[in-house]
């Protein structure tokens, strides 16, 4: 890694989690470059405009970069033709840049797991997505464990806070209980199940990025501990001062509606995240690095904060 008067930041993605990310960072006087199709950003940051998934663009915005982090994501449909060249051209634009890659990442890899997650799981993915999340996870490893670069895997649950959109939780959900709307929730919302806080995974990246103890491990972002997605949508109704009404979606009328809509057909694969109990176990992070998930309360206080100021 080439040593910069002052580390550059240069972060691939500007969705709810790389916007917090360089929203930390600026603030706590960072250069920071944010990388996107768009070629949007936020004040004190640089904007970049380039398709990630296009190798020299990618090489060419990483120019300079101390850490790169990958917060990029793609169309949850086509994944399998998307995600390969683009997270592989943030890959290799970290390793040309002589930089440090933060890649997040999910927990599709593990597929259906008995108990809670934990970090030492071996890739047991049955399903296409799950299978790519942990190929591409692996080429990740890889690049640390025979060189030619540092990297770290931070993997997060279902999220939930500011901005946050195509998700659970995420701000369709909130804007439907304030119409007095029906909120889809898919399979049991009866059973425990992890979400985080995006602020704590942006602090957990940032972590990642500066501390070397980081470097070359897998590691789960703070992640409260599980309660139903009841539960969750109650809390949220009530900061709201709202009722929610659940509407279900499980198994059948997935299948039934995946018939006409894609994204339905491809949730599929992962619903067995939403059929069991789905817990996610972060206390290796959090007790090497002495921090401690957002309180779900705390957390969805901001987050509705957040939605009222629009």
């Given at each position: 890694?080439?040593?910069?008067?002052?580390?550059?930041?240069?972060?691939?993605?500007?969705?709810?989690?790389?916007?917090?990310?360089?929203?930390?960072?600026?603030?706590?006087?960072?250069?920071?470059?944010?990388?996107?199709?768009?070629?949007?950003?936020?004040?004190?940051?640089?904007?970049?405009?380039?398709?990630?998934?296009?190798?020299?663009?990618?090489r060419?915005?990483?120019?300079?970069?101390?850490?790169?982090?990958?917060?990029?994501?793609?169309?949850?449909?086509?994944?399998?033709?998307?995600?390969?060249?683009?997270?592989?051209?943030?890959?290799?634009?970290?390793?040309?840049?002589?930089?440090?890659?933060?890649?997040?990442?999910?927990?599709?890899?593990?597929?259906?797991?008995?108990?809670?997650?934990?970090?030492?799981?071996?890739?047991?993915?049955?399903?296409?997505?799950?299978?790519?999340?942990?190929?591409?996870?692996?080429?990740v490893?890889?690049?640390?464990?025979?060189?030619?670069?540092?990297?770290?895997i931070?993997?997060?649950?279902?999220?939930?806070?500011?901005?946050?959109?195509?998700?659970?939780?995420?701000?369709?959900?909130?804007?439907?209980?304030?119409?007095?709307?029906?909120?889809?929730?898919?399979?049991?919302?009866?059973?425990p199940?992890?979400?985080?806080?995006?602020?704590?995974?942006?602090?957990?990246?940032e972590?990642?990025?500066?501390?070397?103890?980081?470097?070359?491990?897998?590691?789960?972002?703070?992640?409260?501990?599980?309660?139903?997605?009841?539960?969750?949508?109650?809390?949220?109704?009530?900061?709201?001062?709202?009722?929610?009404?659940?509407?279900?979606?499980?198994?059948?009328?997935?299948?039934?509606?995946?018939?006409?809509?894609?994204?339905?057909?491809?949730?599929k694969?992962?619903?067995?995240?939403?059929?069991?109990?789905?817990?996610?176990?972060?206390?290796?992070?959090?007790?090497?690095?002495?921090?401690?998930?957002?309180?779900?309360?705390?957390?969805?206080?901001?987050?509705?904060?957040?939605?009222?100021?629009?």
């Open positions: 890694m080439e040593v910069n008067e002052k580390p550059i930041h240069v972060i691939f993605g500007f969705g709810p989690v790389g916007k917090t990310l360089a929203t930390r960072l600026v603030k706590a006087g960072e250069t920071v470059k944010i990388v996107s199709r768009s070629g949007k950003t936020i004040p004190g940051a640089e904007a970049v405009t380039a398709d990630a998934s296009i190798p020299e663009q990618a060419r915005a990483a120019a300079g970069a101390t850490v790169v982090y990958n917060c990029s994501n793609a169309d949850y449909t086509k994944w399998p033709e998307l995600l390969p060249p683009l997270y592989r051209s943030v890959l290799q634009a970290a390793i040309q840049n002589g930089a440090k890659l933060v890649y997040m990442d999910n927990l599709y890899m593990y597929g259906p797991v008995h108990g809670k997650m934990m970090e030492t799981l071996p890739n047991a993915a049955a399903g296409p997505k799950g299978q790519l999340r942990a190929e591409l996870a692996e080429e490893r890889v690049a640390h464990a025979k060189g030619p670069t540092k990297t770290v931070l993997r997060a649950s279902d999220f939930y806070g500011p901005d946050v959109e195509g998700a659970m939780l995420g701000l369709p959900a909130l804007r439907a209980m304030v119409a007095g709307k029906s909120v889809p929730a898919l399979g049991n919302v009866d059973l199940h992890s979400f985080t806080f995006v602020p704590d995974v942006a602090a957990a990246l972590i990642c990025g500066r501390d070397d103890r980081a470097d070359g491990e897998i590691w789960h972002a703070p992640t409260a501990p599980a309660v139903s997605t009841r539960e969750m949508l109650k809390r949220f109704g009530t900061a709201l001062g709202k009722t929610p009404k659940i509407m279900q979606a499980k198994r059948p009328m997935v299948t039934a509606l995946g018939l006409f809509m894609p994204l339905m057909r491809t949730l694969e992962t619903l067995y995240q939403w059929e069991a109990a789905y817990e996610v176990d972060s206390t290796k992070f959090e007790r090497m690095f002495g921090v401690a998930p957002t309180p779900i309360d705390d957390g969805i206080r901001l987050t509705v904060e957040s939605f009222r100021r629009g």
